[in-house]
């Protein structure tokens, strides 16, 4: 499995990015998808996460009612759209899938997610 995370940039508070993320080497559609982030000094921590069905999602509170996340299993990718940005939302982004795709979406341990993109830099000003 391989992840590539992309579309992260230098914005002002308040501003809107969509980052997207692309998998490749399994049947994508059959596996949920999480994003999470990690912030210079801390550790990893959860964002949000799409079970297979595109239907199902989960969102820490930090972000719930700002992001969302979709994904279009005929493309193979998976988005956030992250609105309303704060100097608190600076971090690195990732995205990761689990060692099977019976892993429940609901998990918000980085531990529990077995494969993990390179990460896209979002940095927000204030």
């Known amino acids: 499995v391989q992840l590539q995370a992309s579309g992260g940039g230098l914005v002002q508070a308040g501003a809107s990015l969509r980052l997207s993320c692309k998998f490749s080497?399994?049947?994508?559609?059959?596996?949920?998808i999480a994003w999470f982030r990690q912030a210079p000094g801390k550790e990893r921590e959860f964002v949000a996460a799409?079970?297979?069905?595109?239907?199902?999602?989960h969102y820490a509170d930090s972000v719930k009612g700002r992001f969302t996340i979709s994904r279009d299993n005929a493309e193979d990718m998976v988005y956030l759209q992250m609105n309303d940005l704060r100097p608190g939302d600076t971090a690195i982004y990732y995205c990761?899938?689990?060692?099977?795709?019976?892993?429940?979406?609901?998990?918000?341990?980085?531990?529990?997610?077995?494969?993990w993109g390179r990460g896209t830099l979002v940095t927000v000003s204030s």
């Open positions: 799409v079970r297979y069905n595109a239907i199902n999602t």
């Open positions: 080497g399994r049947t994508f559609s059959m596996y949920p």
């Open positions: 990761a899938a689990p060692s099977s795709s019976d892993v429940n979406y609901r998990r918000t341990n980085a531990d529990e997610w077995r494969y």
